[in-house]
């Protein structure tokens, strides 16, 4: 009996023993979660990165993607594509809102399959407008009111909430957006109106209530060249490097070799298409034909014509427009670019009186003057006082005799007959201006 008890006790001991290891193996769960913060404002650089993310986690076959949120909105073309971006992998994707989720940022937590929200998380302010603040035109603004309605019945919400934070004439003041303010939910008003499917205090807690409190979580980290490619690709930041650029060119003009301002051009218009390019917005070709363009300019100085330089231009031009999606914001962003060089080449070129230096290079502009020892023609200015005789008949030009030479002169404009006495009363160069004697000459 004493055997059966210590056999007993041994497989009891077994099998708790495999237990443990078949409940730590739960613990230590196969499932992966990604987490891809979207932070800042909302740009071509921020697609690219979630699009990054979204692929890296299609790849790994992640159970989980998590869109951790903290913005205060930006270009609606780019959330419309994370927005499509996110549509379209199969791995379930939760947006957690830490801290805000403001227009664009609103849009793209709309797009989600869930939405949680920190206690002091708050969504909504969507109404669309352009560069100077101002509402947008009324085409862009049913857009984007589509986009918002579209958003929330894709999981199911009432698309009024969606529509009032982007159309301020939708009344809903139980909510603080009275008739001409913009719906701005809190936490808990986005749990109530169904735009939350929980409040967490961080994101611990978040994967504890998704149930993947022991997964493997990876954040995904944004590199240096994608921060880089997201503050040149901002709607700001890219008028002013293509002011800088062509500023930068010009100045280069007025400066004697390549210096400074060569230097912060070309560094300008190298950052803009590496921005783009990394962001994915450019490709080589736009690269290629922007240095062709340069080519064919710089060639325009030596062969006269005016055909390469258009070419070149034009090329210049096509380049910047290939390496956007946004043609309005690229013309807008051109047009204030040469509205600056042109201005400031006017201050230099006024105020501080500079000559292009590489026009000195390519023009003639030394000239043969007295100052610098050259003669144009024979003065005759010895001439002046001295009395001869017209040879010929003076109407009012004609041949003298004077100091027994013979040269063309010239009256005043009265006419003196052949072999009447003259006086030379002044030179121009080679002309020679005579009037006739008088008495008291003679």
Known sequence: MKHVRLLFFSMLVV???????????????????????????????????????????????????????????????????????IRETDIPIVAFVNNEAISAGAYIALNADEIYMTEAGSMGAAAIIDQQG????KKAESYWLASMRNAAELNGRDPKYALAMADEDIDLPQYGAGKGELLTLTAEQALEVKYAEGIVKNRAELLKLLGFAHANVEELAVSFAEKLARFITDPIVVPILLSIGSLGLVLELYSPGFGIPGIMGASSLVLFFYGHLVAGLAGIESIILFIVGIVLILLEFFVPGGILGLIGFGSILTSLFIATDDVGHMAMSLLIAIGVTIIASIILFKVFGKRISLFKKIILSDSTNTESGY????????????????????????????????????????????????????????????????????
């Open 134 to 137: 101002n509402t947008a035109g």
């Open 15 to 85: 099998f708790s023993l495999i237990l443990s290891l078949f409940s730590t193996e739960g613990l230590t769960s196969s499932k992966n979660v990604f987490v891809i913060p979207v932070e800042g404002t909302v740009e071509k650089g921020l697609y690219a990165f979630i699009d990054r993310g979204i692929s890296t986690a299609e790849e790994k076959n992640a159970d989980l993607i998590i869109l951790e949120i903290n913005t205060p909105g930006g270009a609606v073309d780019a959330a419309g594509k994370i927005a499509k971006r």
């Open 375 to 442: 003669i144009s023609s024979t003065n005759r200015k010895e001439l002046i006082g001295t009395e001869g005789f017209a040879l010929t008949s003076l109407r009012p030009s004609g041949t003298a005799l004077i100091n027994n030479e013979r040269v063309d002169v010239v009256t005043e404009g009265s006419y003196i007959e052949k072999n009447k006495k003259i006086v030379v009363i002044k030179t121009e160069g080679s002309r020679i201006v005579v009037r006739e004697a008088s008495e008291e000459t003679i």
